[in-house]
């Protein structure tokens, strides 16, 4: 069974800094895209970020400069780290990939900015 793991999600002050990890065990993340998605308002999932298998990322504006998506292939893990970070980012934060014919979820990761 495919699975993803994260970590990494707590609790952070204004302007503070955390990284979530989202590890694949099993699959050779190099050769596919992943996705970080914010959880939003009224439970729809919304894309903000996406690692290619060439290693080139896109980010959503809000939080291009502020975060940062990376991978570590022996590890078969992703990773986002968050600076800077605001209220509004307070969200439960989920990593996807599409495995073949799967989509694959994590299981979502808290994380809360606040003072």
């Known amino acids: 069974q495919v699975q993803l793991v994260e970590s990494g999600g707590g609790l952070v002050q204004p302007g503070g800094s955390l990284r979530l990890s989202c590890a694949a065990p099993?699959?050779?993340?190099?050769?596919?895209?992943m996705h970080w998605y914010s959880q939003g308002p009224e439970n729809q999932r919304e894309l903000f970020a996406n690692i290619f298998s060439d290693g080139a990322t896109n980010y959503l504006d809000d939080v291009k400069g502020r975060f940062t998506v990376s991978r570590d292939n022996a590890k078969n893990t992703m990773y986002l780290q968050m600076n800077d970070l605001k209220p509004e980012d307070t969200d439960v934060y989920y990593c996807n990939i599409v495995y073949r014919t799967q989509n694959v979820w994590g299981q979502g990761t808290q994380v809360t900015v606040s003072s």
């Open positions: 099993g699959i050779n993340i190099s050769l596919y895209t």
